[in-house]
């Protein structure tokens, strides 16, 4: 078990720009959760999958965001257009539905529009 | 709908002191509530939980008690170490996600 990954780690984008971002879960967890977390705030959430469908998005998920989980296994969060508002951590979380209280956080990807 | 408010920080204390964040509650309903711990250049990692009413979550020396009469959880240590320095998370759980405060900086200093 090597935990969720996340990848990259740090992005550096111009206003304007597009960035995907990508999360590998645990891999028998079905379920997959995307938060954002801002300088001094605790995460909050975006977005869950449960499989490869999505199944819930919070009012933070602006239509400039989307989020993937096409095989059900890993998750891609994509932002268009970006805006010096969407700076954050964006982070990654998978649970298995049986224990579903148990989320494991990957360790982030750092987004800087400049 | 469903918050949390978490004591302030930053918190500061010697090697061997007691600690104490405070963490309350609003949420319909009594749902679990967990102590998410952030380490220096780490994602978040599950420190302890309770899933009821006067349940104690522990781990590492920290405690917390579900109290219902007070919507509160807050998080104990006896005897805190330097490598105790962190970010302590309270978070409740909603129907399919996470609901946190705002965090606390802890500083263990020797």
């Known amino acids: 078990d090597t935990g969720v990954s996340q990848n990259p780690r740090h992005k550096i984008t111009k206003r304007g720009q597009n960035v995907t971002f990508r999360c590998d879960p645990i891999?028998?967890?079905?379920?997959l959760y995307w938060y954002r977390q801002t300088l001094g705030q605790g995460p909050e959430f975006l977005t869950y999958?449960?499989?490869?469908?999505?199944?819930?998005k919070s009012r933070l998920l602006s239509d400039r965001f989307s989020a993937e989980r096409p095989k059900g296994s890993f998750s891609t969060l994509e932002i268009q257009r970006t805006e010096q508002g969407d700076s954050a951590m964006y982070l990654c979380?998978?649970?298995?539905?049986?224990?579903?209280?148990?989320?494991?956080f990957g360790p982030g990807t750092r987004l800087t529009v400049t | 709908g469903d918050s949390v408010t978490q004591m302030e920080g930053p918190v500061t204390l010697s090697e061997e002191a007691f600690l104490t964040i405070n963490c309350t509650y609003t949420?319909?309903?009594?749902?679990?509530l967990f102590w998410y711990v952030q380490y220096p250049g780490e994602g978040l990692q599950l420190l302890l939980k309770?899933?009821?009413?006067?349940d104690k979550g522990s781990n590492k020396g920290f405690e917390a008690t579900y109290r219902k009469e007070t919507t509160s959880f807050h998080l104990e240590k006896g005897s805190v170490q330097v490598s105790d320095s962190a970010v302590y998370f309270c978070?409740?759980?909603?129907?399919?996600?996470?609901?946190f405060g705002t965090g606390t900086r802890l500083t263990v200093i020797p």
């Open positions: 979380a998978s649970s298995y539905q049986g224990s579903r209280l148990e989320q494991y």
């Open positions: 891999s028998e967890h079905n379920r």
């Open positions: 999958f449960q499989n490869e469908a999505q199944l819930e």
């Open positions: 949420a319909t309903g009594y749902p679990s």
């Open positions: 309770a899933t009821k009413a006067d």
């Open positions: 978070a409740l759980q909603g129907a399919n996600n996470l609901f």
